[in-house]
Structures are given as structure tokens and as C-alpha cells.
């Protein structure tokens, strides 16, 4: 079975919403002191109200969920006319029904015992000490205990999600809180079916399946209403003892964000968790808003401010530093992107800048069209971590290792060395590492820089295409390994033009590159090679 449901302005709730006590808990209620004598066992019949009446057919007048009470006074004196009086009951949704004993009958008639058992109707007796205001004035006592602690419940969990949405991570803190207070799966999902982030415990194939599935659904059937605002949809499904729920959340400027928030559990939503829900999506809405997106707190525009008006890094990267992270002692990992897609417009959406910043952990991007650009801060001696939700995206990430702010160009070059590798390499992401143990941690970095200006000199003259292009197909030729077709593919390029860029390379070095301690030789140069000319060269031709 699936349902699906747009919400409207209406503030009519429904049955499942209206407060209720299980009968259980009246039954266990030692002042009433009520027995069930027919009927099934307790169980989950729930009690929403309590109706007394001495007419024949009551049906009529019933709204379902009560424990209707009487003492028999027009009760049908024929078998027959008992049965029917209990099957209208029943079909009007009482849940129980509850008789009192004396004046009018000694005892509860058997016949009216018979008709409970096989309707399938709870029956009380109320003993004559106990009046039916009595049991009235307990049910909506238990009734308001239960509702008092669902708000006690909802109120707990929505402060819980507003500290998690204040946190750097926000959109997984906030999916993690309310996994917590719902006991449910959750999970946040774009318009293809990505699933961006999770928390709680996955369910078994093929629930995530089919909650994807439906979250694409349901994004598909957005609505634009009036005024051109986007009408967010939700969408329900139970089936095989699981119960699936899909939110689309709204943008706060009324159009539509393309992310659904989907939830799987091993039983039915209470009103708790509906409410609970409910708060989670508006704070993942605001979360992948523009502002959010966006937005820096006073300190970090505070820092921008001063560097606008000629401060270094090193002197405003405190201010930028989470908080919580002042082990980084300022300093950053610089990450590069790009889109797989062609002509990519990621830079436009705010619900992919913020689930990014999320999973990079930063709220330092820059985006233009499929190149991205980001700072994280970090500590010292941090490996940076690769958020499998940026593939999920289609991004291709290159990490710099963590430097000063004063040493940013240089993590820059790093990063974009990083990037050209992955792209190469045709991985998710490359994290440029410095390992002590190797000849780059053995030879001062400036002697390292200016062999590698020497041994690539001869190529500064060289003829169309140019020495950042030739350095471009050198470098990304030996991160393949020597393969010709892999090359030409990451490139673009025709397999013979990487042949004759590498055979012009060189006879310009005077070098056989077919010999591994050369390629070893120009790895290292070129992992020196001061390029910010050359990226700068290859950002305008790419």
C-alpha cells in the first residue's frame, strides 16, 4: 500500500492524532477497579474518550475511540437485539464498552458476554462503587499524562535538533538527532536518488532501495503554486512490516530545494515522531538555503572585512577557524573540485553548497559553474578525510596537506596538483601527502625548486602548444603509468598527439624516456616545479 499526502492550510487532525490512553492502563487503575469479562485482551485497543448512553442505537452519535458506558437500561432483552446493538457499536469504532452492574441488572447478561466474544468488542463490568464519572475523570487524567509527556518528549527533541543544527556538520547532526528520537532510519536524498547523508542503523536490501525510490518520486511530483512558490509533498508506504515516510523539503524563498528527507521504520509513526519529523525538515530547509549556504557567522565576516582591506592570512585565520577546532592553530587544507558533468551549474544550487560544506565540513566554498575551490580547517598534523558524499555529487576532489595561512599559495598548488591526479587517475579524490621517509622530506625545498627550474628550463621556448601544456602531458603520462590511451582519454586528446607532445619533451630534456630512473628524475622535478604560472595558463585554456 502507498499513500501519498500534500499539506494544506487545514488544522484538523486526524484520528490517530487525537490523544489517547491504552485500556490497558484503566485496567491496571486499582480505584476503578474494572474487569474485562469478554473480548479480546487489552492489548493496543486505545481509549481517545469516554461516552455514557442508554439508547437503543447509539451509532449515530459516536465519533470512534470511546469507551462507551452504560448500565443496560434499553439494552435489547432478545439475544438477537443484543447482537445488533453490538455490531452498530462496532462499526461506529468503539473500542471497548464498558457496563455497569445494579440497579438495572444484577449482573453483566450473558448474552450481551456472547456478542463482545464474537464481535471482537473489549467488555468492562464496572462494579456498583465505581461511578461512570469516575472512570470519565481517570481517562482524561491518563489521557492528559500521556499527552503532557508527548510534548515533554517533543519539546526534549526539538531542542536536541536545534543544538545539532548549530554544529559544523549541521545537516548530519540533525539527521543523527532525529534517528535518535524516532527510532527510525533517516536518511537525505537529491533529486537523482543520491543518498547525501544517513544516521541510525541501515535497514537490510531493499528498504534504502525503495526509500530512494520513493524519494525520487516524490521529488518529481513537486508542485509549483501560486505565486510560483513550490508546494513541498510527503509520501507514505507500508508494506511487509515497514513503514516508509518521504518529506520534500521547501527552500525558504518558496521554490523548491530538490532534497527529500526519508525515513524507514519497523513500526508506525507516532504523533511524536510526526511532530518530531516535521522540525527536522524545516531545519534541513533552513540549513540548505541560499542564506545558510551562503552565510558566515560575524567573526568570519569580520575576517573577510580585514582581508579586503590588506590583511595577510596568517593575520585573520584565527577568526576563521571553527570554534571548536583551535588545535588547527591556523591551519587549512585547500581543496579543488570538479563537476564530472559538463557545463555544470553546482555553483547555483544551495542545497549542493551547503550538503557540500557539510561533508567537507567547511562553510569556505567558492563554486563557478563545475570548478570548486574550499578551505577546511585542520590540524598540523591531520590527514584530510574524503566525504564519499562529493562522488556521490559528482565531484572529483584534490586535498593540499594542512598548511599556515601564511603558506596558503603553496597548499593551493597542492591541491590543484591533487586534482589534475584524480582527474588522471579517474578516482574520486587524491590527498597530496609529504612522506619524511622519501627524497622530498631529505632535500631542502628551495634546492628542490630550483633543480626543478633548471631541468624543465629547456622547454620555456618550446613552440605551440606551449611548456604548460607539454608539463600538463608529462605529468599526467607519468601518473598513468606510460599509458598512451589513458593519457590521450584524460586529456582529450588523440593517442598520437600524446605521442608526439612526449617525443618533443624529450628532445628538448635530451632524456629516454622509456628509462624508469628518468621518469623517477622528472616525477620528483616535477613535484617542485614552481606552476603557479602554469595553473594559472591552464585555468584559462581548460
Known amino acids: 500500500m502507498t499513500k501519498s499526502t500534500e499539506p ?21 487503575d486499582p480505584a476503578l477497579d474494572l474487569r474485562q469479562i469478554a473480548g479480546p485482551a487489552a492489548g493496543d485497543h486505545r481509549i481517545s474518550t469516554v461516552g ?27 439475544a438477537e437485539g443484543v447482537d445488533t446493538y453490538v455490531r452498530r457499536v462496532v462499526g461506529a469504532g468503539v473500542t471497548a464498552l464498558g457496563f455497569g452492574v445494579v440497579p438495572v441488572h444484577d449482573e453483566v447478561p450473558p448474552e450481551l458476554a456472547a456478542a463482545c466474544d464474537r464481535h471482537g468488542l473489549p467488555l468492562l463490568r464496572l462494579p456498583p462503587a465505581t461511578p461512570f464519572v469516575a472512570v470519565g475523570q481517570a481517562t482524561y487524567a491518563a489521557i492528559a499524562e500521556v499527552r503532557n509527556r508527548e510534548l515533554r518528549e517533543i519539546s526534549r527533541a526539538q531542542s536536541a535538533l536545534a543544538g545539532a543544527a548549530a554544529r559544523p556538520d549541521a545537516l548530519r547532526a540533525v539527521l543523527t538527532q532525529l534517528s535518535g528520537h524516532t527510532g527510525a532510519w533517516a536518511v537525505l536524498h537529491d533529486a537523482r536518488g543520491h543518498e547525501l547523508f544517513s544516521a541510525g542503523p541501515r535497514p537490510a536490501a531493499p528498504t534504502p532501495e525503495r526509500v530512494r525510490d520513493l524519494a525520487v518520486r516524490t521529488i518529481a511530483r513537486v508542485r509549483t ?8 509533498t510527503a509520501a507514505a508506504d507500508h508494506q511487509g512490516g515497514t513503514h516508509l515516510t518521504v518529506h520534500t523539503l521547501p527552500g525558504a524563498d518558496g521554490t523548491a530545494t530538490a532534497l527529500a528527507l526519508g525515513q524507514a521504520a519497523t513500526t508506525a509513526p507516532t504523533l511524536v515522531h510526526r511532530q518530531v519529523t516535521s522540525t527536522a525538515a524545516v ?13 558566515t557567522d560575524t567573526h568570519s565576516a569580520g575576517a573577510l572585512v580585514r582581508l579586503m582591506l590588506g590583511a595577510s592570512p596568517a593575520d585573520v585565520a584565527a577568526s576563521l577557524a571553527p570554534a571548536d577546532t583551535t588545535e588547527a592553530a591556523g591551519h587549512w587544507v585547500v581543496v579543488h573540485g570538479r563537476h564530472t558533468a ?25 563554486i563557478d559553474g563545475s570548478e570548486l575551490k574550499a578551505l577546511v580547517a585542520s590540524a598540523p598534523d591531520a590527514r584530510p578525510e574524503v566525504p564519499a558524499q562529493a562522488a556521490d555529487l559528482g565531484w572529483v576532489l584534490g586535498f593540499s596537506t594542512p598548511a599556515p595561512a601564511s603558506d596558503l599559495a603553496h597548499a593551493d598548488v597542492q591541491a590543484g596538483r591533487a586534482l589534475r591526479r584524480a582527474i588522471a587517475a579517474q578516482v574520486p579524490a587524491v590527498v597530496h601527502t609529504v612522506d619524511p621517509l622519501t627524497v622530498h622530506g631529505i632535500v631542502p625545498s628551495a634546492d628542490a625548486r630550483d633543480l626543478a627550474r633548471t631541468r624543465f ?86
Open 8 to 28: 494544506t492550510a487545514s488544522t484538523e487532525t486526524t484520528e490517530s492524532d487525537q490523544p489517547s490512553v491504552p485500556l490497558s492502563v484503566l485496567l491496571a
Open 52 to 78: 455514557t448512553t442508554e439508547i437503543e442505537d447509539p451509532s449515530p452519535y459516536l465519533v470512534g475511540g470511546e469507551l462507551l458506558l452504560t448500565a443496560g437500561v434499553r439494552l435489547p432483552a432478545d
Open 225 to 232: 503554486g501560486t505565486g510560483g512558490r513550490s508546494v513541498p
Open 283 to 295: 531545519l534541513l530547509a533552513l540549513l540548505t538555503s541560499p542564506r545558510h549556504a551562503l552565510g
Open 342 to 366: 559538463p557545463h555544470s551549474t553546482q555553483g547555483d544550487d544551495p542545497a549542493q553548497l551547503a550538503t557540500l560544506g557539510t561533508a567537507l565540513g567547511t562553510p569556505y566554498l567558492y
Open 457 to 542: 628550463a629547456p622547454l620555456d621556448g618550446a613552440a605551440s602548444p606551449g611548456a604548460p601544456v607539454l608539463l600538463d602531458t608529462l605529468r599526467t603520462w607519468l601518473t598513468l603509468h606510460g599509458s598512451w590511451d589513458r593519457t590521450a582519454a584524460a586529456l582529450h586528446v588523440h593517442r598520437n598527439t600524446v605521442r608526439h607532445r612526449l617525443a618533443r619533451i624529450a628532445e628538448l630534456l635530451d632524456v629516454d624516456l622509456q628509462d624508469p630512473g628518468v621518469r623517477m628524475e622528472l616525477w620528483f622535478a616535477l613535484h617542485w616545479l614552481p606552476d603557479e604560472d602554469q595553473d594559472q595558463n591552464q585555468n584559462r585554456s581548460g
